[in-house]
């Protein structure tokens, strides 16, 4: 998740605002709703929305300049990285 928000920094506004509200959103969530609701043996489903959701930001995103396109190429693949290790892919 830090590698993600400190990716974001980098992005044009809306999209790097944008990004880094749901980064946090989704930190908070797995906080306070995910993890108890795995502590009682129940199986969350909002953050893996909410991944889909920081997913289509992240797609609707248009790289103008070489130096964003690379930029943006590795955050998907670090974003691609966590959702392999956190099984929203």
């Known amino acids: 998740m830090a590698v993600l928000y400190r990716d974001s920094s980098s992005y044009t506004e809306p999209s790097r605002s944008q990004?880094?509200?749901?980064l946090r959103e989704y930190v908070v969530q797995i906080i306070h709703?995910?993890?108890p609701l795995q502590q009682r043996g129940e199986t969350p489903s909002a953050d893996v929305k909410m991944m889909y959701t920081?997913?289509?930001?992240l797609n609707?995103?248009?790289p103008l300049t070489e130096g964003q396109k690379v930029l943006?190429?590795?955050?998907?693949h670090d974003y691609d990285r966590l959702s392999w290790?956190?099984?929203c892919d």
């Not at 943006?72 to 998907?76: F, K």
Request: charge should be positive; glycine fraction near 4%.
């Open 85 to 87: 290790l956190t099984g």
């Open 60 to 62: 609707s995103f248009e």
């Open 54 to 57: 920081f997913q289509a930001t």
């Open 72 to 76: 943006h190429a590795e955050t998907r």
């Open 33 to 35: 709703q995910a993890w």
């Open 19 to 22: 990004l880094r509200k749901q």
